[in-house]
């Protein structure tokens, strides 16, 4: 089992920054990917950013240029950091984290931290 906690949310305004951290139960350098997810209301979660093994990543069009995911292996810790943010970034953010693990997928997830972007 994995554990993740997020942190940093919180009310900023159109064009402001913030940057969400999630720190895992467990080595991160060991999971196979890592990313951030997002849900607004009334909408289904989507991706924002996830990274996998070997360093790739892979950003939402939507935050290409304005979000930055990065990681510190010694403290187990993700970070995505979000710049120029817009109204319709306003939701929460999920951190989530794959591991195969025996021959098996398995999914974990933060329980989400609130962006909230006011215009």
């Known amino acids: 089992q994995v554990q993740l906690v997020e942190s940093g949310g919180g009310l900023v305004q159109a064009g402001g920054s913030l940057r969400l951290a999630c720190a895992a139960s467990?080595?991160?350098?060991?999971?196979?990917?890592m990313g951030w997810y997002r849900q607004a209301p009334g909408k289904q979660r989507e991706l924002v950013v996830a990274?996998?093994?070997?360093?790739?990543?892979n950003y939402a069009d939507s935050v290409k240029g304005r979000f930055t995911i990065s990681r510190d292996n010694a403290k187990n810790t993700v970070y995505l950091q979000m710049n120029s943010l817009k109204p319709e970034d306003t939701a929460v953010y999920y951190c989530?984290?794959?591991?195969?693990?025996?021959?098996?997928?398995?999914?974990?997830w933060g329980q989400g931290t609130q962006v909230t972007v006011s215009s």
């Open positions: 989530y984290g794959g591991l195969l693990e025996g021959g098996r997928w398995r999914d974990f």
């Open positions: 467990r080595s991160i350098f060991s999971m196979n990917s």
């Open positions: 990274i996998i093994t070997g360093g790739s990543t």
